[in-house]
């Protein structure tokens, strides 16, 4: 006898063990079974489970345990990242915390082997919170990006791209973390709005020239004219200025034609060698914004840094790696003399030459970066290098307002690192690279011949923007936790790689070497796993199998980052027989973003974070992936309720007491049973639902519409076979017909294990369950055979049924309109009948009395007084209501009803009218007022029609 509730709590942990020990996660040693293989984005190693990754391995899961009861050989690969920054700073405040020697004071080797230590302690705890949720991962499989195996995958790839002049180590701008001392990714920058300050400064003219500058109107009109010995500035960072190389000005700007190919002056540092610049032309500035004249400052900022190229700008470097300004380096007098040499024409030295001359002047080194911006704006203020305005005068105020320096106050973007939250510094360094531009040629054509699929297929735009204008890869991180750069420098600075030291010093002749202290990017092995995981670069029968892979499931902020990088490798490193690239995955599923039941984005300040294990603790682990996979809709935000969780529960316990009405039913299948056999009507019905809904389920997960999938099994199990057909059954299987009732106990038994066969993916620890508990199985449901119904379709059966289900719906909520009591019998009357349509009612006669509360069922040619009407189909089914209700009272409830709905309709109809309303009240405040007039509106509709029939009775 099944117990009368499921407990998740008690059975999860009991059935997810059964599955692990039975083998069932591991792929079908099969060589006929087709190979279906998909790699888990390989979560941080510091990892903790969220809303993202329960979303993104449910639809995993999802997939992987359909095609797996479809035969084929699944193979999920788990794993962790190795996560350079992440781990090494939580080993780092573990350090801090428990008074340990620093890393620096440690060394690299004991450091290193105290995170190994932490990460076989506590790294990877994500992949047993992935358990809790039932992700079938092949866990006897598990990989590491610093396993020794993804290892060797990462020295051969780093050195085969060496090799192949796609790998070189060059001086180029990239996003400094001052507080880690590493150059970082895009991903890891949060550009976030702050208050910020626009100063304007003025950079006096070479030798006292002067012009004279003309602004204009849009009409052409001079505006104002003087003459200036200067060119106007504005900048965000005076601190930068000190290492400008030119200023710009846009080439159809006429206000600066006079002085282009002139010298001025930075107004900052000693007066006797304050540097000259050259003013050029450039396409980069906007006349629009501040004076239109741009300070080119190329070793600290991205835009700058592209025009400097572009006009042969040398790179002045001006902070060290923890963003203060340089103290290394000659004097500023001696360093200031070689780059006026450059500014007046002398030829460009090399970047190291460049990079040697420090333009910090004395008073500014060794100063924190924001440290010296404050001396610097006030030196330049005391000297009279700021722009100035005179403010408005006040009424009362007694004397005439006297200027002040031009700042503007303005919100600004400003980058900060997302794990140290300082501000980033773009800083021009030596660093390893590989050329993406090159990789990224195959990788384009791929997606566009269609090798490989984004799904939604909008998300192919993404990608080809950012791959059409790819940059440099910066591979190299300074730091020293991860894979080290496989790179040996003599003493003259020869490098030599290669994947061991032995092999660097035999290319090197025998010279001591030493080795690069940098590491590799962590996107760099994992751009490397979709076949260094199978055992590649072995030939190993994983990689002949599995690779490419079939799908890959992520995100759509790492397109960029991981996407186009795994396909960059793959299509690189991976050839069919023909020699042909093999891209690393067929098809990529984007999925959306997890909101808030508002539909705001989560956030720890807004307190409006969700955590997928407590949801998992509270309701079970089914219930949260069914409420994240129904609404798994392509290019959609999921948004996300303990209330829609709670909902799915209750669809788990609805299913769960279905199954127990079934075996007290004695609900059973037979050996030798044949669905297409069966006769009665009801039976027929619920096997071609059956067989229509699982072509549903399989076309909205073979088609990655996942919400589809799960509304259809939803739709199924509840509305169908529990609120119909078993109520449908409870005459039979109470029946004098022996023969009818058994064929509707192994009718509904067979259409309840499709149920859980359908239901499976979506809801393992509860349908595993119920497949134990309803018949003696040979094997688990987590590998039994997926439905495969054919010839079931009856469009007989399906009319007849489905009038029956309208003619009871109809009358059901025809006696809530009427205040009627649901139980309360009723007579109906049908007019103007069809023969047909009699011949139905006298089929179901007893269900119809049953299911819609009614005493007699009649045919006339005309509607009875005082009757209630409904149409279904082409039948009028009238329901005489003399006697039942106090007509005159009903009319008097439902009118008061219905101006109680007019008004508020009304008032928020107002509401929503006045525009300063919808401009300034919280998006969810509006959307609230939208969704109460919708349902007051439907409301109205309603109490209307009731209304309406009570008029004509």
Not at 250 to 273: F, M, N, Q, S, T
Not at 571 to 582: A, T, V
Not at 846 to 854: D, E, G, N, Q, T
Request: proline share 6%; charged share 25%.
């Amino acid at each position: 006898m099944m117990e009368k509730t499921f407990n998740p709590a008690q059975a999860e942990t009991r059935i997810y063990d059964a599955w692990e020990q039975s083998g069932a996660f591991q792929p079908k040693d099969d060589p006929n079974a087709k190979p279906f293989c998909i790699v888990i984005p390989p979560p941080n190693v510091t990892g903790r489970l969220h809303i993202g990754h329960a979303l993104n391995n449910t639809l995993q899961d999802v997939l992987s345990r359909y095609k797996r009861m479809l035969g084929d050989s699944v193979l999920w690969q788990p794993g962790t990242d190795h996560a350079g920054i992440a781990t090494q700073m939580v080993v780092e405040r573990q350090l801090a915390a428990n008074q340990e020697p620093s890393r620096r004071d440690m060394g690299r080797e004991k450091f290193v082997e105290r995170v190994w230590e932490w990460k076989e302690e506590s790294g990877g705890m994500i992949l047993q919170q992935l358990r809790r949720l039932g992700t079938s991962c092949d866990w006897s499989r598990e990989r590491f990006t610093l396993d020794e195996g993804l290892s060797e995958a990462v020295l051969k790839v780093f050195v085969e791209l060496y090799k192949q002049g796609l790998m070189y180590r060059g001086k180029r701008l990239v996003n400094w973390d001052p507080k880690f001392e590493t150059a970082i990714s895009d991903l890891e920058v949060e550009n976030i709005e702050v208050d910020g300050h626009m100063w304007h400064f003025k950079y006096p003219l070479a030798g006292g020239k002067t012009y004279t500058y003309v602004e204009k109107d849009e009409d052409g009109n001079v505006t104002l004219t003087e003459e200036r010995d200067y060119i106007s500035i504005a900048t965000t960072r005076p601190e930068t200025m000190l290492g400008d190389g030119a200023v710009a000005v846009h080439p159809d700007d006429e206000r600066y034609a006079p002085i282009v190919g002139e010298l001025c002056e930075i107004p900052v540092g000693p007066k006797e060698h304050r540097r000259l610049i050259p003013i050029i032309t450039d396409e980069y500035p906007d006349p629009e914004f501040g004076s239109g004249a741009v300070k080119i400052t190329g070793a600290h900022d991205f835009n700058d840094y592209e025009v400097a190229k572009r006009n042969n700008i040398p790179l002045y470097r001006l902070m060290d790696t923890q963003a203060a300004m340089r103290a290394d380096g000659p004097s500023y007098d001696e360093c200031a003399t070689k780059a006026q040499a450059i500014a007046r024409g002398a030829d460009l030295p090399s970047e190291a030459e460049v990079d040697a001359i420090n333009l910090v002047p004395e008073d500014y080194r060794g100063l924190d970066r924001f440290e010296a911006r404050e001396k610097i704006i006030a030196d330049i203020t005391a000297e009279g290098l700021a722009v100035m305005v005179t403010p408005e005068a006040k009424d009362g105020d007694e004397e005439a307002p006297q200027p002040i320096p031009l700042v503007e106050n303005k919100k600004i973007q400003q980058p900060f690192g997302d794990r140290s939250n300082v501000v980033i510094e773009p800083m021009l360094t030596d660093q390893w690279f590989a050329n993406a531009g090159e990789l990224a040629k195959e990788a384009i054509a791929a997606v566009e011949d269609g090798r490989t699929t984004f799904h939604p297929k909008n998300w192919e735009k993404t990608y080809f923007e950012w791959m059409r204008n790819i940059q440099p890869w910066c591979v190299s991180r300074q730091l020293w936790w991860g894979h080290q750069i496989p790179a040996w420098y003599d003493d003259e600075g020869n490098v030599y790689v290669a994947e061991s030291e032995e092999e660097a010093i035999a290319q090197s002749g025998g010279k001591s070497l030493t080795r690069d202290p940098d590491v590799l990017d962590t996107w760099f092995s994992s751009a490397l796993w979709p076949f260094s995981t199978l055992g590649w670069p072995d030939k190993t029968p994983e990689v002949a199998k599995f690779y490419p892979n079939t799908v890959l499931i992520t995100a759509f902020d790492i397109i960029f980052f991981w996407v186009a990088r795994m396909m960059m490798q793959g299509l690189h490193f991976m050839k069919d027989e023909d020699g042909k690239p093999q891209v690393p995955f067929k098809d990529v599923y984007i999925h959306a973003l997890v909101r808030d039941e508002k539909g705001q984005k989560m956030s720890k300040s807004k307190g409006n974070v969700i955590d997928p294990l407590e949801l998992v603790d509270e309701y079970g682990a089914d219930a949260v992936r069914f409420t994240l996979a129904v609404q798994a809709g392509q290019g959609r935000d999921i948004r996300m309720s303990t209330q829609r969780v709670e909902g799915y529960r209750n669809f788990g316990t609805k299913l769960w007491n279905a199954a127990r009405f079934c075996e007290m039913n004695e609900c059973a299948v037979p050996a030798g049973f044949d669905p297409s056999s069966v006769t009665q009507t009801v039976n027929k019905w619920i096997l071609a639902e059956a067989q229509s809904t699982v072509a549903a389920v399989n076309k909205g997960l073979d088609e990655y519409r996942f919400n589809e999938a799960a509304a259809a099994a939803y739709r199924f199990v509840w509305n169908i076979f529990c609120d119909w057909h078993l109520e449908f059954a409870k005459p039979l299987f109470g029946g004098e017909d022996a023969a009818a009732k058994a064929e509707t106990q192994a009718t509904t038994a067979y259409v309840l294990d499709i149920a859980l066969k359908i239901l499976h993916p979506f809801m393992p620890f509860v349908t595993e369950a119920l497949w134990a508990e309803t018949a003696r199985r040979d094997t688990q449901l987590i590998v039994a055979d997926w439905p495969q119904l054919d010839g079931l379709a009856n469009a007989d059966a399906e009319a007849e049924m489905s009038w029956l289900i309208d003619v009871i719906t109809n009358i059901r909520s025809l006696k809530a309109e009427m205040n009627i009591a649901p139980g309360k019998p009723l007579n109906a009357v049908l007019v103007g009948a069809s023969q047909d349509i009699l011949d139905r009612v006298e089929r179901n006669r007893p269900l119809l009395a049953r299911m819609a509360r009614l005493e007699e069922i009649s045919a006339s040619d005309s509607v009875p007084p005082a009757s209630a009407q409904t149409v279904v189909g082409e039948t009028v089914i009238a329901l005489p209501l003399d006697g039942v209700i106090d007509l005159d009272a009903e009319r008097d409830r439902l009118a008061k009803e219905l101006k109680k709905l007019d008004g508020e309709i009304m008032r928020l109809e107002k509401k929503l009218g006045n525009a300063k309303f919808v401009a300034n009240a919280p998006e969810e405040v509006v959307a609230g007022e939208k969704a109460k007039l919708a349902d007051y509106t439907a409301q109205k509709t309603k109490v209307s029609e009731a209304l309406g029939r009570l008029e004509t009775a």
